[in-house]
């Protein structure tokens, strides 16, 4: 029975361990549960490539070779000569014509030239911003030849007043500018004035006269206490093909201006044009500047031309600031600005009255060649204007 009991349990072992040999490979063959739908399985890929690496951008390309933009830099500008701007542009005085020139011809041209009418004349000078000493003069002139010639009719009228106006201007000044330089050292014109009468536009037009009239221009942005100057100044040269030299906001004006005389040096140019600050808060802090500005300039050669740019439309006040300038530094010359925004055109004569420097160049307009030299015989020409005058009943 022994025997037999231990051949049974001896065949059961053998079915148990034959049972276990079959179930366990198919459990190790059972796929595992598939993914949601939603999901990608990435673990082989994870396990073998190991992290991620972003694509180079030369991978990402379209295949196509894009050039990059060519930025040319605009054409330079061609100036408008200046012979003759002063009478191309005449129409420009309009308002001055209508309410100067023909006021006092009409009031010439009546029957009778009492003192009333003298009067009246007198007023309109004064009013047109003529000055009182030089109304006093023009009228005295006007009425000694009216009453030895005799003349009455609208031409020679026209011509008497003419004559007059422009003797008032005083022809004989010199009214060229200083252009050109000597010995290696380009000419060095100095721009002054008050900030708000178009000084630094001003500046760069009287740039584009010099380019007009052939000179090679290097430009100062001396005026370093208001941001927009130098980056105004540097606009206006780029137009023409002049370098503009300029310092950080806040610079010593003098530095700058000495550095914009040396690269004119350098350069070999004709004209070296130096904006500067118009600040008139404090008349000894303008004294002070200006006056360093001259001394270190004049260390590589003498200032040509100081230039004082005035706006019209100021009239009589405008004077009073051009006096602070004329006692700083020796103004050479004055820039009458916006003449055609005013019906005083009178103010040409008072400047050089009171002043006693020449106007030699104004401004008709904003375009950027509205800037004339000045010829007082053109100037009363466009004045006065052409048309017949209408004789009083």
Not at 188 to 193: E, H, I, Q, R
Not at 233 to 250: D, K, N, P
Not at 310 to 324: F, K, S, W
Request: proline residues 5%; negative net charge; hydrophobic residues 45%.
């Amino acid at each position: 029975m022994t025997d037999y009991l231990l051949v049974a349990l001896a065949l059961l072992g053998v079915l148990i361990l034959g049972g276990l040999g079959l179930v366990v490979p198919r459990l190790r063959r059972r796929a595992a549960p598939p993914l949601p739908q939603t999901e990608v399985d990435t673990r082989a890929e994870e396990d073998l490539a190991g992290p991620p690496v972003e694509a180079a951008e030369s991978d990402l390309s379209t295949g196509v070779l894009v050039e990059p933009p060519v930025v040319t830099a605009p054409p330079l500008e061609v100036p408008e000569p200046t012979a003759g701007r002063l009478v191309r542009l005449r129409s420009r005085l309009a308002r001055s014509q209508n309410a100067f020139g023909k006021g006092l011809l009409g009031l010439l041209a009546r029957d009778h030239l009492d003192e009333d009418a003298w009067e009246e004349i007198e007023d309109s000078l004064i009013t047109a911003d003529v000055g009182i000493d030089a109304t006093r003069d023009i009228v005295d002139r006007l009425r000694e030849r009216t009453r030895v010639l005799g003349t009455r009719s609208a031409g020679e009228l026209r011509d008497l007043l003419a004559t007059e106006l422009v003797t008032a201007l005083d022809p004989g000044l010199d009214r060229s500018l200083r252009t050109t330089g000597r010995d290696g050292v380009p000419a060095v014109l100095l721009v002054v004035g008050v900030n708000g009468a178009g000084k630094t536009t001003t500046c760069g037009k009287i740039a584009r006269v010099l380019v007009a009239d052939g000179r090679s221009v290097t430009l100062g942005a001396a005026d370093t206490f208001r941001a927009a100057a130098a980056d105004q100044l540097e606009t206006w040269g780029g137009r023409v093909g002049a370098e503009t030299v300029r310092g950080a906001e806040g610079a010593d004006p003098a530095s700058v201006a000495f550095d914009a005389v040396r690269r004119g040096i350098d350069a070999g140019t004709d004209t070296v044009l130096i904006d500067t600050a118009g600040r008139l808060q404090n008349k000894i802090g303008l004294m002070d500047e200006l006056g360093k500005v001259k001394r270190v300039v004049e260390k590589h050669g003498p200032i040509d031309e100081t230039l004082l740019i005035l706006d019209a439309t100021t009239g009589q006040n405008g004077l009073e600031q051009a006096r602070v300038f004329t006692e700083v530094v020796n103004v050479t010359g004055v820039v009458l600005t916006k003449l055609d925004g005013t019906a005083k055109g009178g103010i040409v004569i008072a400047v050089q009255r009171k002043l006693g420097i020449p106007v030699k160049l104004v401004g008709l307009g904003e375009g950027a060649d509205d800037l004339a030299p000045f010829d007082p015989a053109q100037f009363v020409d466009a004045l006065l204007g052409t048309e017949p005058l209408a004789r009083d009943a």
